[in-house]
């Protein structure tokens, strides 16, 4: 049965990664249900998974979620795993102006085996300006487990993954006076999903990218901070001030002619080197120690996958089709560059020497043999 347009378009496919852990299997459908099949047969080689539990999030939670454009479904998240809990980010929104659900959860703990909610976080309220995307992080840091989750009102948080007692929280806007322009304003909310590296969270601000183009920023976070750790608290105006407790490392908000904007992926670092890439096609390389820039590369077609890296070479694809192969190094090294007939929305995927690209069409596999490229089908 469909629960209706407004979140189960007829051709939505399911934007959530599944989790597997032996004979289980979690995922998230677009009906904003929580499923969790023993795939038990499977796994011996039968032909059938059955449902051992769900959770569906709207029926019983009272979550409202809201697509953001026709036919567009993503606004459910993966999974995240701790032990014998799983962390799920329900897509609670606000729809015709309002959050109708201000008091439903936005992020919620539960039992693998059984379903059982174990706690759950509203934070946003009434602040979520339009959907809540992206997936939790959990993370072991400072000698305990944080779920740390970007948040539809633009806040980042973090929660002790085992009671979702609040840690700490940063605003990724920067204040300004006045009332938030919601469909069109400058303020970001977030779609990627943080990244821990040598202890450091590293996490963009974002939005849909059919809305129009827009600054971004991306930060660097100390996590092991508590409270309200912003770069700026609200002087009484609207206006930011200094905040002491601060645990922003560095910000990045462009380079020269060349802007941060707005970004849907997540970053990804190695090797000390920081890869972002912001929606409108512009990939970044910087210092993930001090955020200095290194350079910034124009992909010439809009992003929405987060970027791969394997051995010291970074793959990303592009709305126009364009297989991206960059080096990661200091110095800017476009290695290779491939078109397929049709958009690329989903990150690479690499495993035992083949490159897997999921295009809007068909999955292809690439295999390489020293430094050639062979086997695109």
Sequence with gaps: MKEGKRVDWEFGGLA???LVEGDRLWFCNNRFEIICLDISQLNRGGDKA????KVDTINQLGVTPNAVMIGNNAIHC???SHGSL??????????????PAPEAPSLICLEKLTGRIVWTDNSPGNGILEVQHGSPLVVEVDGGAQAIMGQGDGWLRSFDALTGRLLWEFDINLKEPGPKQIQYGNWNYFIATPVLYENRIYVASGRHADWRIGKGRLCCVDPTKRGDISSELDDGSGRGKPNPNSGLVWEYLGSGADPMHRMMASVAVHNNLVIASDSTG????LDARTGRPYW??????RIACSPLIVDDKVYIGD????LEMLALSRDKKQLFEHVFSAPIYSSPVYANGVLYVATFEYLHAIKQKGSDTEGFR
């Excluded at 059955?50 to 539990?53: G, H, I, K, N, Y």
């Excluded at 910034?296 to 077609?301: E, L, S, V, Y």
């Excluded at 709305?319 to 364009?322: L, M, Q």
């Design 86 to 99: 799983i962390y799920v980010q329900t897509g609670n929104a606000r729809y015709m102006g309002k959050v």
């Design 50 to 53: 059955r449902e051992a539990w």
């Design 319 to 322: 709305e126009d089709g364009d």
């Design 296 to 301: 910034t590369h124009d992909a010439k077609g």
């Design 78 to 80: 993966s999974i995240a």
């Design 16 to 18: 959530s990664s599944p």
């Design 282 to 285: 512009l990939i970044h390389c």
